[in-house]
Nanobody, 125 residues
Framework: QVQLVESGGGLVQTGASLRLSCTAS????????MGWFRQAPGKERDFVAA????????SYTDSVKGRFTISRDNAKNTVYLQMNSLKPEDTAVYYC??????????????????WGQGTQVTVSS
């Protein structure tokens, strides 16, 4: 069974940075589109960013463009989310997800096949 394990969350102040990591247990990781989603209390799970199998294409939700960067290292079966200039509205549980479909990049949660357990990010004002 495929496992995705996130790490790197925490409590930070406004303007700080965090880097989330998500490591997959399956060697076919390099063929998957990978995405990051987040869910704040009482809200739906929303798309944050996604990256194609080879890292050549990325997509971001508007609210994080210019602040967040998604990247991947297929040799390490790991996808990253570098988050800079964090704001209180970024507070949420962040989930990584894997889509076995190579193209196009998926930006809706229903298109993803595997999910991590989530990591909490809290940004204080």
């Amino acid at each position: 069974q495929v496992q995705l394990v996130e790490s790197g969350g925490g409590l930070v102040q406004t303007g700080a940075s965090l880097r989330l990591s998500c490591t997959a247990s399956d060697r076919t990781f390099g063929l998957w589109t990978m995405g990051w989603f987040r869910q704040a209390p009482g809200k739906e799970r929303d798309f944050v960013a996604a990256i194609s199998w080879n890292g050549g294409t990325t997509s971001y939700t508007d609210s994080v463009k210019g602040r967040f960067t998604i990247s991947r290292d297929n040799a390490k079966n790991t996808v990253y989310l570098q988050m800079n200039s964090l704001k209180p509205e970024d507070t949420a549980v962040y989930y990584c997800a894997a889509d076995r479909q190579i193209i196009p990049i998926a930006i809706t949660s229903g298109e993803y096949d595997y999910w991590g357990q989530g990591t909490q990010v809290t940004v204080s004002s």
